[in-house]
């Protein structure tokens, strides 16, 4: 990992701009008996950004990753909006449970990073729902009632918090950014492809 960030460092502080090619498969439970079923395809397009910084630090803790990586794929609240943060600092207790002080920083890591010479692959491997963190998202309507399509959807869209195991794979260096991710979200609805292309910014 030394050596890994040790040429990653020179991305830290780089930013990209772009565009997302997004799939998604959308799934409900309203098949015979409730069963899981594909409910519609869609193919869409948003600007998208790509930040790497320094690797993240709170409570003691440094991220263990090659850089901190956000990327955000349309505006948080719009419809097929998706994001990715690598790792968050949150904000708990002063105190730990027998009374002791303690950081109240917490570092949250979310992604495995790796990348070596321009290669970058990462793998979702918690996505802090239990903690109530949840920052890696496709934002994707939901339907005012259970399967019945007839009386429409919420307006905006609902945050869906991605599954572990969701992937990210592409290059990454000085000159630019391509990256495509897979996977889906925790709770079955949603599963989704993505293609972005970016430049320095």
């Not at 772009?18 to 193919?43: F, M, P, Q």
């Not at 349309?74 to 730990?96: H, L, M, N």
Request: proline residues 5%; contains cysteine; charged residues 20%.
């Amino acid at each position: 990992m030394a050596s890994e960030t040790a040429g990653a460092s020179a991305l830290w502080g780089k930013e990209y701009s772009g565009t997302a090619e997004i799939s998604a498969d959308v799934y409900d439970y309203c098949g015979t008996g409730g069963s899981r079923r594909l409910a519609e395809s869609k193919s869409y397009s948003m600007s998208a950004t790509l930040d790497l910084s320094r690797p993240r630090e709170g409570g003691g803790e440094t991220e263990d990753n090659p850089f901190s990586l956000l990327f955000a794929a349309g505006q948080p609240a719009e419809v097929g909006a998706v994001s990715f943060w690598s790792s968050a600092v949150s904000t708990g207790s002063s105190q730990d449970l027998a009374g002791n002080p303690r950081d109240p920083n917490l570092l949250l890591t979310y992604w495995h990073l790796e990348w070596d010479d321009g290669a970058l692959s990462g793998r979702l491997t918690d996505p802090h729902t239990e903690q109530g963190v949840a920052l890696n998202l496709l934002n994707w309507p939901s339907l005012i009632v259970p399967c019945r399509t007839d009386l429409g959807t919420l307006p905006g869209g609902y945050p869906h918090a991605l599954a572990a195991g969701t992937t990210l794979k592409g290059e990454v260096d000085g000159g630019g950014a391509s990256l495509t991710a897979q996977g889906g979200s925790g709770d079955g609805q949603v599963e989704f492809r993505l293609d972005f292309k970016g430049s320095p910014s």
